[in-house]
């Protein structure tokens, strides 16, 4: 069993649609949970971070958590253009400092 | 603010060869992990240095080591290399090496190493 599951996709949705990401992971001692964004060739950038229960929202960006069934996704509201791109779910165990990312989502939106 | 920097940016190298990549961490950061991307995967962790020692280490071969330096940059080598060693090597910089840390990884632009 992976550390962390990502469906790969690819996604499509039109522009200004919701893009659902959905990610799950197998150590129930996670402690911290994390969304990267990586364009083709370039490297991960962070833009969504969550530790607790629930959701967290940040501009077009909601992260949601729920610790009980391991499942943590990412939500684009009205997605651009400029969102198409490969979303990494990443998770942080308990035991330090020791990422575990999933294989991405691509998600490609049409205007 | 001078984000975490990478050197070089692409690499040719033929099987059996030693590689070098190098790292300077975001200002503020004093803790360097290394990643390795392989195509349409995500990126797989090798280990991470703090205070000039590796602190965690993940499932690759004694091939790949690294050091840290006093003023927090990194090296990772790579000695007899393989074809499938071929990939985007990625440093990540963070604060910390806590138990439970929330702490952020930030990531360079990578070093994409082509072994022939």
């Known amino acids: 069993q992976k550390e962390v599951e990502q469906n790969s996709g690819p996604l499509s949705v039109p522009e200004g649609a919701i893009a659902s990401l959905n990610c799950t992971y197998s150590?129930?001692?996670?402690?911290?949970f994390f969304w990267y964004r990586q364009y083709s060739g370039k490297s991960p950038e962070l833009i969504m971070s969550?530790?607790?229960?629930g959701d967290k929202e940040d501009g077009r960006f909601t992260a949601q958590l729920n610790k009980a069934s391991q499942y943590v996704s990412l939500l684009i509201r009205d997605s651009q253009p400029s969102d198409s791109a490969t979303y990494l779910c990443?998770?942080?165990?308990?035991?330090?400092?020791?990422?575990?990312f999933g294989t991405g989502t691509s998600l490609t939106v049409i205007p | 603010d001078a984000g975490v920097t990478q050197s070089p940016t692409h690499l040719i190298k033929t099987r059996g060869q030693q590689v070098t990549l190098r790292c300077s961490p975001k200002?503020?950061?004093?803790?360097v992990s290394w990643y390795q991307q392989a195509l349409g995967q995500g990126p797989q962790f090798i280990f991470q240095?703090?205070?000039?020692?590796?602190?965690q280490r993940g499932n690759f071969p004694d091939r790949f080591s690294g050091h840290q330096f006093p003023n927090y940059s990194s090296e990772l080598n790579v000695n007899a290399l393989l074809l499938g060693d071929s990939a985007l090597y990625l440093c990540?910089?963070?604060?910390?090496?806590?138990?439970?840390?929330?702490?952020?990884?930030?990531f360079g632009s990578g070093t994409q190493l082509s072994v022939l």
């Open positions: 990540a910089s963070s604060s910390g090496t806590g138990v439970g840390s929330n702490e952020k990884l930030f």
């Open positions: 150590d129930r001692g996670s402690q911290s």
């Open positions: 990443a998770v942080n165990r308990y035991t330090g400092n020791q990422f575990y």
């Open positions: 200002s503020g950061h004093d803790t």
């Open positions: 969550i530790y607790s229960n």
């Open positions: 240095y703090y205070e000039e020692e590796e602190r």
